[in-house]
């Protein structure tokens, strides 16, 4: 059988596990244990993919592994390998091919994932492909979320997506975390009701043996508007767990996951020991940790102010500019009235072909 040498081991391949689009998923052994290796198929496409996943899931892991999120042991340049841990156990879809789930039970789990990406957010990526293929249970109500393959950060361009678990306008190319609340919507509507959403699903799915404090939180997040379901992870699983989510909705910003309400004047920026103007209301630069805005001119701030009953955003020397979201491309803007339920971003910068959006948020003005 094959071996592949890591940087303080030998790993040996026991089996295949699996075989995707780009990647071979390799069940592999080393002094320690089982571990998992994704080997990138022909093409330096598939390369540039697996290094990328690898370096998310890397970020992920620290400091330490998030208990929902599948940790990072290894990358090994030579052969473009990256090694995971080996989560033993069955993926969801399987574990919940033949049985239904109890609302409690589906709600615990549905909290796990939740959980998983709480984080994901915060680090400005989004994970794309939540699915219950792509979530193995090590034990009974324990999700760890692997498969970061086509994870992405926040407002680039999404690659593809699963007809059925993703969001609408996740397949029409829009990134955005609340594209995985949508996907764990599907999910829990899956466990409770055992649905294949692959014949498209609405509303009329939702079981009506549920209670309404659970049949509202899968409306919300399974609409069809992003700007509509849960603003964060956090908020949804405050909701799944019964707490009370303020129904005063103050006007907000929301930044990877983090809320920040909208007062009559705002300023965004970086403090001065990060070579910003030192005025701002909001760092930016805590943030946006992993899209970080670049070393620039110390003058990188952005305000929004409220005018009657409307919130315009200036740029005030943003580096890489302020961009807003627009049916289905960013625009850069100067002054600009904002629009409820817009994404927009603090500064851009492109790679391979894309605009990349370093710290992009979402605007609730209802
Ligand atoms: N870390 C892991 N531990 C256990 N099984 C895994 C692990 N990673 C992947 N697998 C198994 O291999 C399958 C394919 O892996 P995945 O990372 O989802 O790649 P892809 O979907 O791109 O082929 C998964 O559905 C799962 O059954
Ligand atoms: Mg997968």
Same mark, same amino acid.
Do not use: C, M, N, Q
């Given at each position: 059988m094959m071996s592949i040498r890591g940087k303080n081991s030998i790993y040996?391949?026991?089996?295949?596990?699996? =075989?995707?689009?780009?990647a071979e998923v390799l069940l592999a052994m080393n002094r320690d244990g089982l571990v998992v290796i994704k080997l990138p198929k022909e093409g330096e496409l598939a390369n540039k993919l697996i290094r990328e996943e690898a370096a998310i899931l890397e970020e992920l892991s620290k400091p330490i592994p998030h208990d929902n999120i599948v940790?990072? &042991?290894?990358?090994?340049?030579?052969? =473009?390998?990256?090694?995971?841990?080996? &989560?033993?156990?069955?993926?969801?879809d399987r574990a919940f091919s033949s049985r239904r789930a109890t609302q409690n039970d589906a709600i615990r789990i549905a909290l796990g994932i939740l959980s998983a990406l709480e984080k994901i957010h915060s680090l400005g990526v989004v994970h794309g492909d939540v699915k219950p293929d792509n979530i193995i249970l090590?034990?009974?109500?324990?999700?760890?979320?692997?498969?970061?393959g086509i994870a992405r950060a926040f407002g680039g361009r999404s690659m593809a997506g699963t007809p059925g678990w993703s969001a609408p306008e996740f397949m029409k190319g829009e990134v955005s975390p609340e594209a995985d609340i949508y996907s764990v919507g599907v999910i829990l509507l899956f466990l409770i009701s055992g649905i294949d959403p692959a014949n498209s699903i609405g509303p009329q799915d939702i079981p009506r043996n549920i209670s309404d404090h659970l049949k509202h939180v899968l409306m919300?997040?399974?609409?069809?508007n992003p700007w509509e379901r849960f603003s964060s992870a956090k908020e949804m699983a405050l909701s799944l767990m019964g707490a009370k989510i303020p129904v005063r909705n103050v006007p907000k910003i929301v930044i990877q996951g983090k809320t920040i309400p909208l007062s009559n004047k705002l300023t965004f920026g970086r403090v001065k020991r990060q070579g910003g103007t030192g005025k701002a209301d909001v760092n930016l630069q805590e943030i946006g940790s992993r899209r970080a805005l670049p070393p620039g001119p110390p003058i990188g701030w952005a305000e929004i102010v409220r005018v009657g009953t409307e919130y315009w955003i200036s740029d005030k020397g943003v580096p890489g500019g302020l961009w807003v979201y627009e049916g289905s491309t960013w625009r850069r803007v100067l002054d600009y009235p904002l629009k409820h339920g817009q994404l927009i971003s603090f500064g851009m910068r492109r790679r391979g072909g894309y605009l990349l959006p370093y710290v992009p948020a979402r605007v609730y003005l209802r």
């Open positions: 040996k391949v026991v089996k295949k596990l699996g =075989s995707g689009g780009f940790a990072f &042991i290894e990358w090994i340049p030579d052969v =473009s390998a990256l090694v995971e841990e080996y &989560i033993p156990g069955h993926t969801l090590p034990k009974p109500l324990h999700p760890v979320l692997i498969d970061l919300r997040a399974l609409s069809s």
